[in-house]
C-alpha cells in the first residue's frame, strides 16, 4: 500500500472528512486533497502530525512516506531493479531469494457457469380493453378528472390512442418520504424501471400525434450523480421506440437549501419531449406566440435591421456579378415587395441571400439552397408570432405549502399545451400531484386527466379548478 492509499483508508476508518483533517494539520481542503491522491507529497513533520490525528504509530506511517518518495524518484523498469539493488547495498539488506519456478501441471477444471443478475420487472395489469372507459367516462366535460390510486393501474383503464398530450413528473427519488408515493424503489434500478413501465403505459394510450413531456429531476447516491433524466429517456428510445424531439433545460434560476460544499448547487431540471411517430401534433405558432412578443416588438419599432428601404441589398443587388440582368430586376421586385411587408406590419424583419459567384449550385435539398440555385437570391422572413424558442427555459418554480417539490410552474405546462396539444384535445398526468397540468389545461380549453396516489393531493387539484371561472368551450 502506498502512502496516499494510506492516508485514504485512515481518513475513512476514523469518519473525519477533508475540512475537519485540513484544519487540523494547519492546510486548506485542495492541498489536503492532493496529498490523498499522491498530487503534492507533505513534509516529514505533517506526516507526524497526520499520524497524531489518526492515532496511529508516527514510525509506520513516516516509513511509508519515505517509500513512496523513493518509488517516485525511482519509476520503473530495469533502471528501476538497479536503483533497488543499490539501495539495498546501502541498507545492508540481502535482496530476497528468487522463488523457485513454478511446475506447470495441466488438468482441466469445470467452471461452472455464471448465472445472469435477475433484473427488477414491473408486472403491466392486463385488462380486458372493453374495460378501459376512463376517456369514455370523462366526455366533453370542461372540467378535469382526477383518479386516485397507482398510475399503472389506472393507465390500464384508458382506452389506446386516446391522449393527445401527457406532460408528467414523477416523484423525486429518495428525496422525501412521503406517507404515500407512487414510486417506493430501493434503489436506482427499480425507481428507473417503475418510470420506464408506466411510459409503456402512456405510450399505448398516446395517440400517434401526440407528445410526451417527462420532467425528472436527478440524484446523488455515495457521492455520486446517478444521471437519472438520461438514463430513463435512452430506455425509452432503445427499448420501447420513442422518438426524442427535444431535450430541455428547465432553468429554475433558483435552488432550494443544500448545505453541500462539494458539489455546485442545483439550478436546472431536465425536460423530455418524446413522440411515438414523426407525424405528430405541433403548433409552433401557438409556441412563439407565448414564448416571447419579439415580433410585436420590433413591429411597434418601425423598423428592422436592413431600414425601411432595404437599401443595402438593393446595393449588393445592383453590384453583383453573379446574377444575370432578368435575375437583378426579379430580385429587386421581390425586395419591394418583402420591404412593404415590413412596413405594413405583416412580418417583423427578413433577410436576403444572394449567389455568392457565377454558376454557383448549391449542393443541398433546402428551401434557400433551391431557390438561389433557380432565381439568385433566397429571402428568409421573420414570423410574426417572434423566433423559434430554444431548448432552455428560464421559468420560476412555483411555491406551494406543501412538501413536494416537482410542482410545476403554470407557464411551463402552457408553453408545453400550447404547443402539442389541439383545442379540446385531452391532456394526461400520471404524477398529477396538485394537479398544475391539468388546471392549465382547464384555462386552456382541453380536457384533463389526472392521477394520484394521495388523495389529500386530489383533493387539492379539484379545489383549484372549481375556483376558477366555467371555461367556456
Known amino acids: 500500500m502506498l ?9 475513512k476508518s476514523s469518519g473525519m472528512r477533508q475540512r475537519e483533517i485540513a484544519s487540523r494539520l494547519g492546510v486548506d481542503i485542495p492541498m489536503y486533497s492532493r496529498y490523498e491522491h499522491g498530487e503534492r507529497r507533505p513534509k516529514r513533520e505533517q506526516v507526524v502530525k497526520l499520524a497524531r490525528i489518526f492515532k496511529t504509530d508516527p514510525s509506520e506511517l513516516v516509513a511509508m512516506w519515505l517509500a513512496s518518495g523513493a518509488m517516485s524518484e525511482m519509476g520503473g523498469g530495469p533502471l528501476a531493479e538497479k536503483a533497488l539493488g543499490y539501495l539495498r547495498e546501502q541498507l545492508g ?14 488438468r482441466v477444471v469445470e467452471v461452472p457457469a455464471a448465472e445472469p443478475e435477475p433484473q427488477y420487472k414491473v408486472d403491466i395489469p392486463v385488462v380486458d380493453p372493453s374495460q378501459r372507459v376512463i376517456v369514455r367516462e370523462l366526455g366533453n366535460s370542461p372540467f378535469p378528472v382526477y383518479y386516485e390510486g397507482d398510475a399503472l393501474q389506472v393507465l390500464s383503464r384508458i382506452e389506446d390512442e386516446s391522449i393527445d398530450c401527457v406532460m408528467t413528473a414523477p416523484p423525486y427519488w429518495r428525496l422525501r418520504n412521503f406517507t404515500t408515493d ?73 435552488s432550494s437549501f443544500d448545505s453541500a460544499t462539494d458539489h455546485l448547487r442545483n439550478f436546472h431540471e431536465m425536460i423530455f419531449h418524446l413522440v411515438k411517430s414523426d407525424d405528430f401534433y405541433y403548433d409552433d405558432e401557438e409556441f412563439r406566440t407565448y ?30 456579378t453573379a446574377l444575370s440582368d432578368d435575375e437583378k430586376k426579379r430580385a429587386i421586385a421581390e425586395l419591394d415587395r418583402v420591404v412593404a411587408m415590413v412596413n405594413n406590419g405583416e412580418i417583423p424583419d427578413f433577410r436576403m ?9 448549391i449542393d443541398s435539398k433546402s428551401e434557400k439552397a433551391k431557390s438561389i440555385n433557380e432565381k439568385g437570391y433566397y429571402f428568409l422572413l421573420y414570423n410574426k408570432n417572434g423566433v423559434m424558442p430554444g431548448d432552455v ?4 418554480p412555483e411555491k406551494s405549502n406543501i412538501e413536494r417539490y416537482n410542482v410545476f410552474p ?27 397540468t391539468c388546471k392549465v389545461a382547464y384555462d386552456m380549453h382541453r380536457r384533463a386527466i389526472g392521477i394520484d396516489v394521495d388523495g389529500s393531493y386530489i383533493k387539492q387539484a379539484r379545489k383549484r379548478v372549481q375556483s376558477q371561472p366555467l371555461s367556456m368551450f
Not at 502512502?3 to 481518513?11: A, D, I, W
Request: hydrophobic content about 40%.
Open 3 to 11: 502512502f496516499p492509499e494510506k492516508l485514504r483508508e485512515l481518513r
Open 93 to 106: 539488506v540481502e535482496a530476497p531469494a528468487a522463488a523457485p519456478e513454478p511446475q506447470v501441471v495441466e
Open 182 to 254: 407512487h414510486i417506493t424503489a430501493d434503489n436506482a434500478e427499480q425507481y428507473i424501471a417503475q418510470i420506464v413501465a408506466v411510459m409503456s403505459q402512456v405510450k399505448r394510450v398516446l395517440k400517434p400525434t401526440g407528445s410526451l413531456w417527462l420532467n425528472i429531476d436527478d440524484a446523488y447516491n455515495n457521492k455520486s450523480l446517478l444521471g437519472l433524466p438520461w438514463r430513463v429517456a435512452l430506455k425509452l428510445i432503445d427499448e420501447q421506440g420513442w422518438i426524442l424531439r427535444n431535450d430541455v433545460v428547465w432553468n429554475k434560476q433558483s
Open 291 to 320: 414564448f416571447n412578443n419579439l415580433a410585436q416588438k420590433k413591429t411597434a419599432a418601425g423598423k428592422t435591421s436592413t431600414g425601411v428601404t432595404g437599401a443595402r441589398y438593393r446595393a449588393n443587388v445592383l453590384s453583383s
Open 353 to 361: 441571400f444572394l449567389r455568392s459567384r457565377e454558376g454557383e449550385v
Open 393 to 396: 427555459w428560464d421559468i420560476l
Open 410 to 436: 403554470e407557464a411551463l405546462c402552457r408553453l408545453v399545451i400550447s404547443a402539442t396539444c389541439p383545442d379540446f384535445g385531452i391532456v394526461l398526468d400520471p404524477y398529477c400531484g396538485l394537479g398544475t
